[in-house]
């Protein structure tokens, strides 16, 4: 009787509450969008989308019931995504606005903020034009334009963008699996873009734009300060490598992943892999030919996680070795300080990616020995215990060059001038990566962390979610030990392979589709699978021993790879 009391039906309530991480509740009309709950409270950066109950979702979803819920700011990651994909559908949109028979290709991703844009089938924008383009997009901006979406038959959207001329978005859907679609329209104008959106134009406020190398730069803010654009930095290297790239495409005959797709269903997967490494081989050897030609003293290679920098560095020892050049590996890890003079980061931990975690003193001092001809014992790093402790001695001969790979080789500060001066540096980096069409880019940070989740689970038995979880602060370090300083490189080394998501895909899927429901790791984990559907996969067994791809899914033939070391 008692419990009858105390349960019973009931009507629905007419308003619920979201719970939000802070222990803040708000209430509201049931079925209100999560958008308009979170309005009533105020964050530290803008809110673009919300985690509903371990779902991303659109600050338009209607809240039915008592929901957990976490606002996605511009300082999240997926935040930043979809703020930035919303930036380019509003440009998109825009630019189709003034310029009706061109074409806009919205191409690579910049360090300071930005994306690398091209426009073909007319002359490069002029001054006044791209200032048009800017004023417009401010228009739709300020009228605060519903992002309107739409799910339509999967023939109708393929109908859509044939009357458009959009054959790079035609031959992609060719690999569709789904038999719908979801458009975003503004206006009288539709596309399909790779993800959520914000609701209206109004929430994309912060941008810039500006004349680049005959195309021109989207800016937009970064993560750790969601609403400033940061100064614009000439990037003439980063360029080269992006026209370099263009030119492989163009050689291989893929420019797009439909274009990748039908080569790979046409049978050509095997032709591509072996004209794409060998593209990469040629540009190893162009390196090595310049170190050559420079005498080069030292060799110094950065580049961020998972770049490929090892197998780089290894395939460039070959080819000096093939020019009588025997260059010395000396590891920089040798030279940490002491557990205890190690400097401590932000968390209060030991900071062993901070340049001053190294001992320069002893690093300069080494060097400058070694180039001396003189025998020099070199420290050797106790990492269980740790502190250095006395290594092996070396002498190298004349004109034998040391070559030196770690987070820091760009960064002025490793070496005093005298050295830096006789130093040789590259950047190595997925700098590019292939597109699902001209509006729709691969971002080369997904590139490198499905890399590095495929690496991790086989080399160092992490689970998917284990390496997601630690991507963050991976990123972290990158941004400020690494990107700043890409442009003081001699030359950049791309790593991209255009087959290569195609060849991942078969080792990824697996280990994102064990990431569990209700992990802050799985909103991540379903990002990635829902990207990677548009990759047809190839074998790995076409892939050679020492593509870098083997890096990372393994049977590296240069895993083991050393030479002899002259003491």
Known sequence: MNAITKFRLVNPRPEVEIHLPDGRVLSGPRGAAVGNFLEAAEFPAPVVAADVDDELRELTYPIKMDSQVRPITMSDSDGALIYRRSLNF??????????????????HSISFGGYYCQVSGRKPLSDEELANLKSHMQELIKADLPFEKKEIPLQEAVDYFKSLGYDDKVRLLNYRRKDYLTLYRLGERMDYH?????????????????????????????????????????????LNAFRQYGDWLEHLGIGNVGALNDAIQSGRAHELVLVSEALHEQNVAEIARQ????????????????????????????????LGISPYPLELDNYFLSREDTPLGEDGKPDFEALEALDLARLAEDLEQILDGKKVRLPRYNFKAGKPEPGEHIQLRRGQPIIMEGIHGLDPRLLPPMLAGRAFKIYASALTQLNLDRHNRVSTTDTRLIRRIVRDSHDRGYNAAQTISRWESVRRGEKK????????????FNSALVYEL??????????LRQVSHGTPEYIEAKRLLAFLEWFLPIEADMIPENSIVREFIGGSVLKDFTIWKHK
Do not use: C
Request: aromatic fraction near 12%; glycine fraction near 6%.
């Open 502 to 511: 195609s060849a991942l895909k078969p080792f990824v899927e697996p280990l």
């Open 481 to 492: 030990q690494i990107f700043p300083y890409q442009e003081n490189a001699d030359v950049m």
């Open 194 to 238: 790779h993800g959520y959106m914000v609701p209206s134009t109004g929430y994309l406020k912060w941008f810039d734009l500006f004349a680049t190398n005959g195309g021109f730069t989207l800016r937009f803010p970064r993560r750790h300060a969601p609403t400033e654009l940061e100064p614009v930095a000439a990037y003439p290297k980063l």
């Open 291 to 322: 170190i050559a030609a420079k005498s080069a003293h030292i060799v110094l290679i950065a580049g961020p996680s998972s770049s490929g920098k090892t197998t780089f560095s290894r395939r460039l020892t070959v080819q000096l070795l093939a």
């Open 90 to 107: 509003l440009m998109e949109m825009a630019f189709a606005d003034l310029f009706p028979k061109a074409k806009l290709t919205i191409d």
